[in-house]
Structure formats: structure tokens, C-alpha cells
């Protein structure tokens, strides 16, 4: 089964940047978005950031003009380019690919801590 991995997470003080990535472990066919979710400690996963097949992009308003997402359509992989970081960004992130089957393929998560 085809499986997403994510990667780039690390500790990083406030005001840094981080680029986290998600990369499929093969070929994931007919994917109409992937997005970026995040949760932090003792809280629920929230979502960050889509990208559709079409290229078209949405973000939650709290990382809106920090963060970009993008998308190399050649390797199916997807990036999380995060700049101006603050504390609350404090979280694992998660990756998921959607299938227009509705078939939803999530990865294990990358810790991002951002703190001085």
C-alpha cells in the first residue's frame, strides 16, 4: 500500500523557517489534493494548507502569508515552505493525499518546535 512520508521537521527558534516535505513511497493515482494538518499538544488536528491538483491553494488564517504550499507535480511531492515561525506553529504535522476515489492516505507526522 502506498504510503506518504513526511520529513524536515526539526526545532527551530521564533522567527526561523523550516520546509517540510512529503514525499509518496510510490505512484498514488488520481490524487485531487494533498494538504498539510498539524496538532498540537493535547489539542485536535487542524488543518493548514491545501494544494489542488489544479494548483490552487487555500490556508488556515493563522499561518496565512507565513507559509506556502507547493507542489512538484513530476515526483508527486509536496512541500511546506514556513517562515516568520512563532511558538503556537508548535506542532506535528501531518501530511495526507486525497484520491478522487475519496480515499484519504495520511503519514506518520514530523515534529516541529519552535521555541528559543
Known amino acids: 500500500q502506498v504510503q506518504v512520508l513526511e520529513s524536515g521537521g526539526g526545532l527551530v527558534q521564533p522567527g526561523g523557517s523550516l520546509r517540510l516535505s512529503c514525499t509518496p513511497s510510490g505512484t498514488i493515482f488520481r490524487i485531487s489534493s494533498m494538504g498539510w494538518y498539524r496538532q498540537a499538544p493535547g489539542k485536535q488536528r487542524d488543518w493548514v494548507a491545501t494544494?489542488?491538483?489544479?494548483?490552487?491553494?487555500n490556508y488556515a488564517d493563522s499561518v496565512k502569508g507565513r507559509f506556502t504550499i507547493s507542489r512538484d507535480n513530476t515526483k508527486s511531492t509536496m512541500y511546506l515552505q514556513m517562515n516568520s515561525l512563532k511558538p503556537e506553529d508548535t506542532a506535528v504535522y501531518y501530511c495526507?493525499?486525497?484520491?478522487?476515489?475519496?480515499?484519504?492516505?495520511w503519514g506518520q507526522g514530523t515534529q516541529v518546535i519552535v521555541s528559543s
Open positions: 494544494i489542488t491538483s489544479g494548483g490552487n491553494t
Open positions: 495526507k493525499a486525497s484520491q478522487y476515489t475519496s480515499i484519504e492516505i
